[in-house]
């Protein structure tokens, strides 16, 4: 069996970038590339790497190892939410659908306890990534990302990096975001809800204080995966989302890398 070689992240990521020292050295980019043109070459491994950035490192450099290899631009589905929101800014109808969805968790406040929260320390993130996963499962294994390397995942990267928010009612997650940090950018998963309370649009919520929270620890972006986008900033919920334009590489074949 040709073993294969696939990034963690995909493909529930619209944006792969390697991290670690020195990831964006070019020099380095390009010894990664080559090595993987090797396995694919040598050890006939099936090399999967969707949606690499053209213009990061690592995308110039497969370009130019993979020179006679063909390849397949296609438009990244990441969103981006430039922090802070001005809602004062948004469109009249756009300001009424935040106006009433505040009123729904104000009458909601009046007979139950809301809490949002975001992770700081590791032991936090570890309780919190349980509940991310549970609530993941609850929707069933389809266009989920695998939690169990997730949490792995979480594990290495640790609370500088790597975060998660959640909104309860009464003690009860009902909406968790995870969320990855790379200097002032954000990066989201698919947005975890709890299918009984989906009448309070708990993922709406959960974001309205998300981009407060972020934007006050100074992050300047906010990158929604594909799925958060198609609920959230497909809609121009939070005034300057703009879809980004940065076309990716994808390998026509299997051995492309």
């Known amino acids: 069996m040709c073993p294969r070689i696939s990034a963690l992240s995909g493909p ?31 050890e006939d491994a099936e ?9 990061s490192p690592l995308g110039q450099a497969l370009h130019l190892v993979g020179a006679d290899i063909s390849w397949t631009r296609t438009a990244s589905a990441r969103t981006t939410i430039l922090l802070p929101v001005h809602y004062n800014a948004l469109p009249p ?28 320390h ?18 069933g294994p389809q266009d989920n990302p695998d939690t169990t390397d997730w949490v792995a995942v979480l594990e290495h990267q640790g609370a500088p990096q790597a975060s998660i928010a959640t909104l309860s009612v009464d003690s009860t997650v009902i909406a968790a975001q995870l969320c990855l940090t790379r200097g002032p950018h954000c990066y989201t998963l698919p947005l975890a809800a709890a299918p009984a309370h989906r009448h309070l649009a708990p993922g709406h919520a959960l974001l309205r204080h998300l981009v407060d929270d972020l934007a ?14 198609r609920h959230h900033a497909s809609r121009g919920q ?20």
């Open 93 to 120: 109808s756009v300001q009424r659908e935040h106006t009433r969805r505040r009123r729904t968790w104000t009458r909601l406040a009046a007979s139950h306890t809301i809490t949002y929260s975001r992770t700081r």
């Open 238 to 257: 939070y005034g300057a989302v703009r879809p980004d334009a940065r076309a990716a590489l994808t390998p026509a074949r299997s051995a492309a890398a």
């Open 47 to 55: 090399v999967a790497l969707e949606a690499v950035d053209t213009d």
């Open 122 to 139: 590791l032991q936090d993130l570890a309780a919190a990534a349980a509940v991310w996963a549970d609530l993941q499962h609850r929707h």
């Open 216 to 229: 006050a620890e100074g992050i300047h972006t906010l990158h929604l995966d594909p799925t958060t986008s």
């Open 12 to 42: 529930h990521v619209p944006c792969l970038r390697p991290i670690g020292p020195h990831a964006n050295d070019p020099a380095v980019a390009r010894a990664f590339a080559f090595h993987l043109l090797l396995a694919a070459e040598q």
